[in-house]
Nanobody
């Protein structure tokens, strides 16, 4: 199984980025997909998740109203649209896959992880 994130980079406060995560080696359309992030010196934390049918999503309180998770099962890809970015959003962003049908927000409940993509928001 491979999960490959892309789309990270350096952006100014208030800017936007769209992360992508391309999956292979698994039946993507049956997996709930999550986005997590880890800032230096901090634990990895839940950001957003979307179930396999794309009819249920969940977000961390810190990103609600600013971030949107979506997926394209035909292309085995999950996306994270990030708007109104602030320096507090600076972190390495990871996508992850879990076989649970329902949304999961716990790191330990995800089976597969990507290598991460750096997002840096300057003030």
């Amino acid at each position: 199984v491979q999960l490959v994130e892309s789309g990270g980079g350096l952006v100014q406060t208030g800017g936007s980025l769209r992360l992508s995560c391309a999956a292979s080696g698994l039946t993507f359309s049956t997996y709930t997909m999550g986005w997590f992030r880890q800032a230096p010196g901090k634990e990895r934390e839940f950001v957003a998740a979307i179930n396999w049918r794309a009819d249920t999503t969940d977000y961390a309180d810190s990103v609600k109203g600013r971030f949107t998770v979506s997926r394209d099962n035909a292309k085995n890809t999950v996306f994270l649209q990030m708007n109104s970015l602030t320096p507090e959003d600076t972190a390495v962003y990871y996508c992850a896959a879990t076989a649970y049908a329902l949304i999961r927000i716990n790191v330990r409940e995800y089976d597969y992880w990507g290598q991460g993509t750096q997002v840096t928001v300057s003030s």
